[in-house]
């Protein structure tokens, strides 16, 4: 099972807003609507910011939203903060043999 | 409150093994899925496989089959992932994760990490 695809790097300048893409395939992302995207700052564990390609955790602000469109899964951050500086990850359940696979990450900027 | 709590730094020589603790507090240890992910230095997430403490039974990431082994202590609420005949390329921090799925509707989600275990593999 291969990675999903996500792009390495993204940039955006304070209140702006800036969407992370997440491609997968028919086997996961297209198949399935349990995508789910994580937080991770440097030296830090992951955080779950979305989960069920659209719902967020209880405490997770609203300037995070997820969207899915066949293969294709979206994390759109609007508002952007310095804190929202950080590495970002989609995974999905990609069915009862693989159950999981994690995208390869994007670096998010705040300029 | 709900945290994982994980075991301390490991330093390995190749061929050896690592066992990595994980200590679940603040809910019912058999009614959510744990996973293990790990990342190199460096690079992505990476999902090695998974127990239900529930009933014991594993599903494992095809490129660990063979080296990975969970399990769990329902007494003293722990997980447990063991990967052997550790090599170079091994070297990682190891989390372990909790998902619903069990007594509770799955959302194919890792809600709860651990802090991280680091493994270093070097001779």
């Known amino acids: 099972q291969s990675a999903l695809t996500q792009p390495a790097s993204v940039s955006g300048s304070p209140g702006q807003s800036i969407t992370i893409s997440c491609t997968g395939t028919?086997?996961?992302?297209?198949?399935?609507?349990?995508v789910s995207w994580y937080q991770q700052h440097p030296g830090k564990a992951p955080k779950l910011m979305i989960y069920e390609v659209s719902k967020r955790p209880s405490g997770v602000s609203n300037r995070f939203s997820g969207s899915k469109s066949g293969n294709t899964a979206s994390l759109t951050i609007s508002g952007l903060q310095a804190e929202d500086e950080a590495d970002y990850y989609c995974c999905s359940y990609a069915g009862s043999s693989t159950l999981r696979v994690f995208g390869g990450g994007t670096k998010l900027t705040v300029l | 409150q709900v945290q994982l709590v994980q075991s301390g730094a490991e330093v390995k020589k190749p061929g050896a093994s690592v066992k990595v603790s994980c200590k679940a507090s603040g809910y019912t240890f058999t009614g959510y899925y744990m996973h293990w992910v790990r990342q190199a230095p460096g690079q992505g997430l990476e999902w090695m496989g998974r127990i239900n403490p529930n009933s014991g039974g594993t599903n494992y990431a095809q490129k660990f089959q063979g080296r990975v082994t969970m399990t769990r202590d329902t007494s003293i609420s722990t997980a447990y992932m063991e990967l052997s005949r550790l090599r170079s390329d091994d070297t990682a921090v190891y989390y372990c994760a909790r998902a619903p799925g069990i007594a509770v509707a799955g959302t194919g989600a890792f809600d709860i990490w651990g802090q991280g275990t680091m493994v270093t593999v070097s001779s």
């Open positions: 028919s086997s996961d992302v297209g198949s399935y609507n349990l």
